[in-house]
């Protein structure tokens, strides 16, 4: 996928989209617009108008251009919106290309064109085979590339009963073999919804755009009755307010400015998520992302780097160091953890001690399990062991040796410095900890400062023990933790918050992550974890990148700052074109209010076709902003609304007048009106 979006300049992306202006005139269409609707039956009324009055026809043919350009030009701006997203969507299709699957039927392969494959289907893939659909692997393991989808060109593993067993259509398997059954029905894959959500053609609106745009039609429909009311009041008072200049006075004082961009916001905010390779399965999502007040967080790889590494050997009484790193060696040669490799290392760096290579018939490796909560080698009557402190002072005394108080008093001390202590033992001897260390990453505590000012609470999941996971919190400077985390805890957490009017987001990668991710308001499931995950969560980061959970919620916060911001400056906008043109229609009949034509205008036509001029133009030279997006910064509700009033709500009043003005200056000289 592509991350850089196309320029607006760009002709694949400007010449279609002037294209899609005009097919967005169906009334069909636009009717769902009811702001832009009501002007482009204005700019109807005004076209009939230029054949059927006897006023100035000149005049009148301006301003039915003018009105046709303000239609044209919102439509534009939603083409423009949907254009982006469609020349991404234009890459994905090359993915979903006719492909032939092999199923897996009774023991039997066949080959069958990948459309025609049934949820539950098993099929083989192998080294050069394209995934035909969405599906999880059953049985083996494989390098797959994923660039078709993520953009990123380094292959991944999927294997069979893990957290990365989910695979995609569309990809390409490129080492080994894997069987895989079908999880997705057929027209609903992955892929097929990430084309229709890229291209905005599926794009429902949100609960917060259904309420503005309610609010919008009823300011709409309140200038509509006011101005067919005026047409009976200016026969009464003797002042000539034809159609043409009663709907130029419609579409000027209705948010024509918001109801334009609203379309064009909405979808940018979805198209901001997809160049960050993450996708949404609605706008709503987006949205809420953007209100979320409470964010989960796994420790690993979230807030710290990822894998623990060995920092520190802590002999026993009586026992040397060097001793101590031998054993822990020797515990962990046949470790594959990052964790193990990382004990081998450090004893390695520290006192030479080279990794031997123990034959089977001589050495027996004990495998880590959750239930034991250890590891170990038995090897020429030597038995070693390392674990966990409490499942290792069972193990001492179940051999009947002694704990001893100073090995408690490391594994206390490595647990408060924010360590992880693994116990090390021979026999019924304990030899000492080895403590390893989570580094945090770099820069995250400033992060978690920002949401902090945002009011963004941070809370810390972690399966660590709780005197570790303070240590560790303190360091990031999350606002809270949950330390030794189960699913249900999660699970409890979150309807916990959400009791309490919170709204919840959190990531996850795992089956047992589902319940939690379903339950959250902001659900962000990573793409390199199970099915079950990503059916749950209601966002997909195509990247597996915990902390871009963050820049969802930044991204959420700037779609609602730019919709705040821009509805702002509309109806500020509105304000100062009334007092362009309500002054300019009577004041030739009632000389008494010419003082209130604050603008100086030179005479009402010039004002009205000047106001319509400029409603039509602002409307492009926002463009970029609603595809942009306002510029974010961190601050609370109240500094955004302040921010709002002083620069849009403001600049709505100031730029009008000063625009109109010179409109007015050009439209004057060149004897337009």
Known sequence: MPHKPASLLDASIL?????????????????????????????????????????????????????????????????????????????????????????????????????????????????????????????????????????????????????????????????????????????????????????????????????????????????????????????????????????????????????????????????????????ATSGRAVEAAGDIDVLLLDKTGTITIGNRMASDFRPANGITEQQLADAGQLASLADETPEGRSIVVLAKDKFNIRGRELAAPHATFVPFTAQTRMSGVDLEGRSIRKGAADSMKSYIEGKGGVYPAEVAKAVEAASRAGRTPLVVAEGSQVLGVVELKDVVKGGIKERFAQLRKMGIKTVMITGDNPMTAAAIAAEAGVDDFMAQATPEDKLKRIRAEQAEGHLVAMTGDGTNDAPALAQADVGVAMNTGTQAAREAG??????????????????????????????????????????????????????????????????????????????????IALIPLALKGVAYKPMGAAAVLQRNLLVYGAGGIIIPFIGIKAIDVIVTTLHLA
């Open 538 to 619: 209601n966002m997909v980061d195509l990247d597996s990148n915990p902390t871009k959970l963050i820049e969802i919620v930044e991204i959420g916060k700037q779609l609602l700052m730019t919709r705040g911001s821009l509805t702002t400056f509309s109806i500020a906008n509105d304000i100062a074109k009334y007092f362009a043109i309500i002054p300019a229609m009577l004041m030739a009949t009632f000389p008494a209010i010419a003082p209130l034509n604050v603008m100086g205008l030179a005479s009402p036509q010039s004002a009205i076709l000047s106001a319509v001029i400029f409603n039509a133009l602002i409307i």
């Open 15 to 279: 010449v279609p989209a002037i294209g899609g202006s005009f097919r967005k005139l169906d009334p069909r269409l636009m009717v769902k617009n009811p702001v832009m609707f009501v002007t482009l039956v204005g700019a109807v009324l005004t076209t009939v108008s230029i054949f059927t009055s006897q006023a100035d026809r000149g005049f009148i043919t301006q301003l039915s251009v003018w009105l046709w350009f303000t239609v044209l030009f919102a439509n534009f701006a939603e083409a423009v919106a949907e254009g982006r997203g469609k020349a991404q969507a234009d890459s994905l299709r090359k993915a979903r290309k006719d492909t032939l699957a092999r199923r897996l039927k009774n023991g039997q392969e066949s080959h069958v064109p990948a459309p025609l494959l049934e949820k539950g289907d098993l099929v083989v893939c192998e080294a050069g085979d394209v995934i035909p659909a969405d599906g999880e692997v059953i049985e083996g393991i494989a390098s797959v590339d994923e660039a078709a989808i993520t953009g990123e060109s380094a292959p991944v593993i999927r294997e069979s009963g893990g957290d990365r067993s989910a695979v995609t259509g569309g990809t390409k398997v490129i080492s080994d073999r894997i069987v895989i059954r079908i999880t997705s029905e057929k027209g609903n894959t992955f892929l097929d919804r990430m084309i229709a959500m890229v291209e905005g053609a599926k794009r429902q609106k949100t609960p917060n755009e259904i309420a503005l745009t309610i609010l919008l039609s009823a300011m709409t429909l309140i200038f509509l009755l006011v101005c067919i009311t005026l047409k009976p009041f200016g026969i009464y008072s003797g002042v000539a307010f034809s159609i043409p200049v009663l709907v130029a006075l419609l579409v000027c004082l209705i948010p024509t400015t918001i109801g334009g961009l609203l379309s064009a916001i909405g979808i940018s905010g979805i198209d901001r998520l997809i160049r960050r390779n993450v996708m």
